[in-house]
């Protein structure tokens, strides 16, 4: 699965939070497995807009859409608990 390239304010967002690095390991897993169980990816509510979430850690949480069979886009990162 490849990931598009990141919008500049959702780069500036992690950065901000210190969660580059974090990011990266996950971005690596989802592309080699988009459901591996450690990523908790889940599809969201209403389930008929299709977008979909994956873990970075605990308090955050990257917002995706398919764009292709084969390629999504990250459209925000989230703190998933406010």
């Known amino acids: 699965m490849r990931i598009f390239s990141l919008h500049p304010e959702i780069k500036d967002y992690l950065k901000k939070r210190g969660l580059e690095k974090k990011f990266k390991k996950q971005k690596r897993l989802f592309e080699k497995n988009p459901f591996y169980s450690g990523l908790k990816t889940e599809l969201l509510e209403p389930r008929k807009m299709r977008i979909w979430s994956f873990r970075i850690d605990r308090k955050y949480r990257a917002i995706f ?9 990250i459209i925000d990162i989230n703190d998933h608990y406010q």
């Open 65 to 73: 859409i398919f764009r292709e069979k084969t390629a999504v886009e």
